[in-house]
């Protein structure tokens, strides 16, 4: 009986083991995985064993084994806790692991977020304009014939009081007539009769812009004059004339145009892409070509609300002290500006792959680990582009192969799913 009961333990053991080992065999073959080596170029291009590819002769790649399989079982397995701590994946995308080899083989660099100042050096073409503050349109305010011309061609420099022409006018040698009358009979008037009169002359000949000179020379000389004298109101330079000797005039008619030139605009176009760094107040320096080797120092005194449809452009406005007239109207300038908006976390334009529907980089959480992460973008400085969200200070973001990383993580992410649907019961 002793045997019998020995053979039967032994027997019943021997059939626990077969049967144990029976089933886990599904789940030994189910993660038995043979190597795969894959094109870094042509992720088509696969194969067993280590080559080069047949299409660019770059050195295959080897695939993780068990990678597919293994995040699918921590995925199924995870806890609600791990699940929460697990970085939220961008769709059609999946986490990479990569050797330090293979990694210099697909040229893979990386970068450290950090803050950075968000400055750009803006170049802009421009052009001497005048100061439209500082034009004047000489009109006279009554009829009238112009007698004498003083000042006779476009371009000649005045001064404020100096003659232009004289111009004769019946209405205003009626109304001398009539103040020097009232002038003469102030002292045989009764009352203020007198008075009157000549304050209403007077006023209608101020009124009508007849010079202090010409109305004082007619209370000293009482003699009215046939033509009076029209005087430059500003300092400056004649830039139009219309002025003929003998041609009839109205209020309508400008006579003259006279610029002050002691100050001048330079109007710049600055390109859409840079209109964030520009502001009003902003310093700019100015040359010219035809002043080799001097700039002005000056700043941004208006920028005007429309955009040029045609050119892409939205103009500034710089005034310029000219004191010697160098500056002359419709020369080309060079404008340059140091636009600046603060400090921010920025990036190689290198790390950021766009990708049409979202904007990611490739994030290494650790050594030879890499994971897509979605950012929001904002302005690009140089070489770099402003990060608005989705990374933080210290991180480490993948450059110089993004497109590798790009076709790898989507290959990865497809064959996962494959894999999670194939093992759905």
Request: proline share 6%; with cysteine; hydrophobic share 40%.
């Amino acid at each position: 009986m002793t045997i019998r009961k020995i053979l039967i333990a032994v027997f019943v053991a021997l059939s626990f083991v077969v049967g144990y080992a029976v089933l886990i065999r599904p789940q030994y073959a189910e993660i038995t995985v043979a190597k795969l080596y894959r094109c870094p170029m042509h992720p088509q291009v696969t194969s067993d064993h280590p080559g080069d590819c047949l299409i660019c002769g770059m050195h295959l790649v080897e695939v993780a084994p068990h990678a597919e399989h293994d995040v699918v079982v921590a995925a199924a397995s995870a806890t609600p806790t791990m699940a929460a701590e697990m970085e939220m994946p961008v769709p059609g995308y999946s986490a990479l692991k990569i050797s330090p080899q293979d990694r210099v083989v697909m040229g893979i660099n990386l970068e450290e977020v950090k803050r950075g100042p968000l400055e750009r050096p803006i170049n802009a073409v421009g052009r001497v304009a005048f100061d439209e503050t500082k034009l004047h349109h000489l009109h006279t305010k009554f009829e009238g014939y112009i007698d004498e011309i003083f000042i006779d061609f476009v371009g000649q420099q005045v001064k404020a009081g100096d003659p232009l022409f004289s111009i004769y006018s019946p209405d205003v040698y009626a109304t001398e007539n009539e103040y020097v009358l009232a002038l003469k009979g102030q002292g045989r008037s009764e009352g203020s009769f007198g008075n009157t009169l000549a304050d209403s002359a007077k006023k209608r000949l101020d009124l009508w812009g007849v010079s202090p000179e010409e109305i004082e020379r007619l209370e000293k000389t009482l003699k009215p004059s046939k033509a009076v004298v029209m005087r430059s109101p500003i300092n400056g330079f004649v830039t139009a004339k219309s002025a003929l000797q003998g041609m009839r005039v109205t209020p309508s008619d400008t006579i003259y145009d006279i610029a002050d030139l002691s100050s001048v605009w330079v109007i710049a176009d600055i390109y859409e892409a840079d209109i964030p760094f520009v502001k009003v107040g902003q310093n700019a320096e100015v040359t010219l070509a035809a002043s080799p080797g001097k700039s002005w120092k000056t700043a941004i005194g208006y920028i005007y609300p429309s955009l040029d449809e045609q050119t892409r452009t939205v103009k500034v406005r710089l005034i310029l002290d000219n004191p010697s007239a160098e500056l002359k109207p419709e020369m080309y300038a060079n404008v340059l500006l140091q636009g600046s908006l603060g400090e921010a976390l920025i990036v190689p334009e290198s790390a950021v792959l766009w990708t049409g529907e979202r904007t990611i980089v490739f994030v290494e959480t650790e050594s030879g680990s890499y994971v897509p992460r979605e950012v929001e973008t904002g302005v690009k400085v140089r070489n770099f582009y402003e990060i608005r969200k989705g990374l933080s200070a210290g991180e480490r973001v993948a450059t110089g192969a993004n497109f590798l990383l790009d076709s790898e993580s989507k290959l990865k992410a497809s064959a996962m799913g494959e894999m999670h649907t194939h093992t759905q019961p």
